[in-house]
């Protein structure tokens, strides 16, 4: 079994940085894919960012140039560097992980823009 822990998220002004990361935990288990997702109220979970093993990467097109995916796979730890940020980014954002199994998810970190 593995724990996925975030944490960083917050209330920003528009234009702002967070960074967010997500502590894999528990189990000796080989995660070949770690991705951020993001739900706003009302609205159905999104993928935002991934990287899997060998460090391939992949974004939604409204985070493209603002976000950045990244990995310390010896730690099994993945961060979302968020700068530039906007109201519409306001969302629960949660971290995915998977093996070639399972699929993981953490417990979602609150991420609010103002205005």
């Known amino acids: 079994q593995v724990q996925l822990v975030e944490s960083g998220g917050g209330l920003v002004q528009a234009g702002g940085s967070l960074r967010l990361s997500c502590a894999a935990s528990?189990?000796?288990?080989?995660?070949?894919?770690m991705a951020w997702y993001r739900q706003a109220p009302g609205k159905q979970r999104e993928l935002v960012a991934e990287?899997?093993?060998?460090?391939?990467?992949n974004y939604a097109d409204a985070v493209k140039g603002r976000f950045t995916v990244s990995r310390d796979s010896a730690k099994n730890v993945v961060f979302l560097q968020m700068n530039s940020l906007k109201p519409e980014d306001t969302a629960v954002y949660y971290c995915?992980?998977?093996?070639?199994?399972?699929?993981?998810w953490g417990q979602g970190t609150q991420v609010t823009v103002s205005s």
């Open positions: 990287t899997s093993t060998g460090g391939s990467t």
């Open positions: 528990g189990s000796d288990v080989s995660l070949r894919r």
């Open positions: 995915n992980a998977e093996s070639t199994m399972w699929s993981y």
